[in-house]
């Protein structure tokens, strides 16, 4: 019995630093997304920090990876698992809306590079990371991909 109660509640922590972690890296996708509108829109970096309560460099760093982040504007699958994760979406509005993007591979830039610099990521990507992380089941890429291999 004592095991079982010990496997619950380890279960409950691994859930529960999952839905942690997600809410943070949600929570960074919008704030990146904020700032980027917010310098897009004119407003310095020193009245972003006020706002955000952070350093004016703090600011400069996030605008840097605003700018490195690829499709930032738009919403993506990520953002979707994340709500999942985080209890904002129920599994069957995940699924329906995560059929229905068309899902490319990564690829590299350079046939002749074959270096991590050079990759660029598709949105295939961004579900095989969902399920390395905990945040998607196999059962459910295969659902969304029709790959019944995966």
């Known amino acids: 019995m004592a095991v079982t109660v010990q496997a619950l509640?380890?279960?409950?922590?691994?859930?529960?630093?999952r839905r942690?972690?997600?809410?943070?890296?949600?929570?960074?996708?919008?704030?990146?997304?904020?700032?980027?509108?917010s310098l897009a829109d004119g407003v310095d970096q020193v009245s972003i920090a006020r706002?955000?309560?952070?350093?004016?460099?703090?600011?400069?760093?996030?605008a840097c990876r605003a700018r490195a982040t690829v499709g930032l504007a738009e919403?993506?699958?990520?953002?979707?698992?994340?709500?999942?994760?985080?209890?904002?979406?129920?599994?069957?509005a995940m699924l329906h809306q995560l059929r229905s993007w068309t899902y490319t591979p990564g690829y590299f830039e350079d046939d002749d590079k074959v270096e991590p610099e050079s990759y660029r990521p598709g949105l295939r990507d961004q579900l095989e990371e969902a399920v390395g992380e905990g945040l998607l089941t196999r059962v459910e890429f295969a659902q969304i991909t029709g790959d019944p291999g995966s």
């Open 9 to 17: 509640s380890l279960d409950r922590l691994g859930d529960e630093r």
């Open 20 to 37: 942690n972690r997600a809410m943070a890296a949600w929570t960074d996708l919008q704030t990146l997304r904020s700032v980027a509108a």
């Open 51 to 62: 706002v955000l309560g952070i350093s004016q460099p703090a600011v400069s760093k996030l």
């Open 75 to 92: 919403r993506a699958p990520r953002e979707v698992i994340l709500e999942r994760a985080i209890g904002m979406i129920a599994d069957g």
